[in-house]
């Protein structure tokens, strides 16, 4: 397909739906539809109320939402504010065109227009395929870190 | 030592070169000094300025700092708004002697008045000390994810 018909713009409050429907759909391929217990509007009210903690981009072909990529500041008391990719989602049937790429690139120009000291992220240590895209870049990986996590 | 001598409270502004200097002793005993690229006025403006990115826990001894909690606003997709517990330090003098609880039940509890799904932090592999500090608590222990980074 024709890479000029994909649009890359900044998500409005109206994508929320639709981006709400890709984050599932990445939940399921890594084996946990059943972990996504975010509410709808605490998400809508996150990103777009009066004090929003996300910010993401959006993939859009004819209108329609076809990939995400959304980010939070993050505080490192070494780096200072970074850029952290939450999610970078291309929906399934829209892969191999680029357009993980097209996300991936325009995030990278924004932490730079943004003066964050460099972008962070974190990849499934099974997810090949994620790891082989994302080592097209001039990326670090380091596995030494164990994630901890206390739901409340 | 007597504990009702230890004061937590919220950081100041004022408190930051004593934080600065904590979090300096924290790279060098991850064998990272060289990796700590923060400008101290870079550090006050995200804590302290018309955007603030982090907020901080001070544990007090005799008008001290002798240990911190820096968090940050994470945003999951999954899990809604969580604390991000960036720092957790106390200085090496003053271990053992449960400052460290005292500052992570403090967390705990802005985290459940805050309203937050949870809190997420990171651990060496290695850390052993650590690690067995943290698994006193309810936490969940994910060493599958691996960490990336560009810097910019």
């Given at each position: ?9 900044v ?23 059943h ?26 072909v ?5 990939g995400?990529?959304?980010y939070y500041i ?30 991936m ?9 943004k003066?964050?000291?460099?972008i ?17 870049y ?7 870190w ?7």
């Amino acid at each position: 397909m024709d890479n000029s018909k994909i649009l890359i713009r900044v998500a409005e409050e109206k994508d929320c739906p639709a981006m709400m429907t890709l984050i599932q759909e990445l939940a399921a391929y890594e084996r946990a539809a059943h972990e996504v217990t975010v509410t709808f509007p605490h998400f809508v009210e996150s990103g777009f109320g009066e004090h929003p903690v996300w910010w993401s981009l959006v993939a859009e072909v004819d209108g329609k939402i076809v990939g995400i990529a959304l980010y939070y500041i993050r505080y490192s008391t070494w780096k200072g504010q970074r850029l952290y990719l939450e999610d970078i989602i291309v929906s399934e049937q829209w892969r191999r065109h680029g357009i993980g790429s097209m996300l991936m690139d325009e995030i990278i120009r924004i932490a730079r227009e943004k003066k964050f000291s460099g972008i962070m992220w974190q990849v499934l240590d099974w997810n090949q395929s994620a790891i082989d895209f994302y080592a097209k870049y001039k990326v670090s990986f380091d596995p030494e870190w164990i994630n901890c996590h206390m739901d409340l």
